[in-house]
């Protein structure tokens, strides 16, 4: 349980995948790139299947592969084995029309996935792959330096199940803030960084896990410092404009 409060209730199961969507937060390097490499003609769409395969299910949609040649442009059947045309000329203007060649850096990142992908390539991600009646759980992500940030404001639902991967924000402009992921290697310590600790283990001794709750309570407390900040300025300037208004009659 996350020890921040949060307006929205959540399920257990929610929870759990929050658990381990927060664990691949951790470790994801956002190395990747999404391209779109298939069309699919149910959807007029082209797509990914890095994240996106489930979704254009190839047994109920009319799924087709797509290459792109040396100059950009998709190389795809135009005819079948009959020698008759695959696609009517309205679906083949749509599927040409289609970017197959562009790689997408991952700057987005779902928590219910546990997922990283291009928002350029999925900007419906949580519409197409999860229940309408689940919160959306779709992390914006930003590279400064050699860091990759998390864009939020501190508020949203699923922010006390991730706080405790995320850094003192690099920037803050009083309403959003970018917070740095806390990467940390597949089988290391969270706090130290020892290779060697375990898959199973998330800090290598006593005193790091000591540390680790205290640097975790030193970031928790600044985050509500600046917030308690902001709202402080807020309401001042609330009561200004408020000032302002009466002394105009």
């Given at each position: 349980?996350?020890?921040?409060?949060?307006?929205?209730?959540?399920?257990?199961?929610?929870?759990?995948?929050?658990?381990?969507?927060?664990?691949?937060?951790?470790?994801?390097?956002?190395?990747?790139?999404?391209?779109?490499?298939?069309?699919?003609?149910?959807?007029?769409?082209?797509?990914?299947?890095?994240?996106?395969?489930?979704?254009?299910?190839?047994?109920?949609?009319?799924?087709?592969?797509?290459?792109?040649?040396?100059?950009?442009?998709?190389?795809?059947?135009?005819?079948?084995?009959?020698?008759?045309?695959?696609?009517?000329?309205?679906?083949?203007?749509?599927?040409?029309?289609?970017?197959?060649?562009?790689?997408?850096?991952?700057?987005?990142?779902?928590?219910?996935?546990?997922?990283?992908?291009?928002?350029?390539?999925?900007?419906?991600?949580?519409?197409?792959?999860?229940?309408?009646?689940?919160?959306?759980?779709?992390?914006?992500?930003?590279?400064?330096?050699?860091?990759?940030?998390?864009?939020?404001?501190?508020?949203?639902?699923?922010?006390?199940?991730?706080?405790?991967?995320?850094?003192?924000?690099?920037?803050?402009?009083?309403d959003e803030q970018l917070l740095?992921?806390?990467?940390?290697?597949p089988g290391s310590c969270k706090?130290?960084?020892?290779?060697?600790?375990?898959?199973?283990?998330?800090?290598?001794?006593?005193?790091?896990?000591?540390?680790?709750?205290?640097?975790?309570?030193?970031?928790?407390?600044?985050?509500?410092?600046?917030?308690?900040?902001?709202?402080?300025?807020?309401?001042?300037?609330?009561?200004?404009?408020?000032?302002?208004?009466?002394?105009?009659?």
């Amino acid at each position: 349980m996350p020890s921040s409060s949060s307006s929205t209730a959540v399920p257990e199961e929610i929870e759990q995948w929050l658990v381990l969507g927060k664990q691949a937060l951790w470790v994801e390097d956002f190395s990747g790139t999404c391209q779109r490499e298939c069309f699919c003609a149910s959807c007029f769409h082209a797509f990914c299947t890095h994240c996106c395969w489930f979704h254009h299910e190839p047994t109920i949609h009319m799924v087709f592969p797509v290459a792109a040649d040396a100059a950009g442009r998709g190389v795809y059947a135009t005819h079948g084995p009959d020698g008759c045309r695959v696609h009517p000329d309205f679906v083949e203007d749509v599927l040409a029309a289609q970017d197959y060649a562009t790689r997408l850096p991952w700057d987005a990142f779902c928590l219910l996935c546990g997922t990283a992908f291009a928002a350029a390539a999925c900007p419906d991600h949580h519409r197409h792959h999860h229940d309408p009646s689940l919160p959306d759980a779709v992390l914006r992500v930003e590279r400064r330096g050699a860091r990759h940030c998390v864009r939020c404001t501190g508020s949203e639902w699923w922010f006390p199940y991730v706080e405790q991967i995320l850094d003192d924000p690099v920037e803050d402009d009083g309403d959003e803030q970018l917070l740095p992921v806390m990467t940390r290697r597949p089988g290391s310590c969270k706090q130290c960084g020892d290779p060697d600790t375990g898959y199973l283990i998330a800090v290598c001794s006593s005193s790091c896990s000591e540390s680790y709750r205290r640097d975790l309570a030193g970031r928790r407390q600044r985050r509500e410092v600046r917030q308690a900040a902001r709202a402080a300025a807020g309401d001042q300037a609330k009561q200004l404009i408020d000032g302002l208004r009466i002394s105009n009659y």
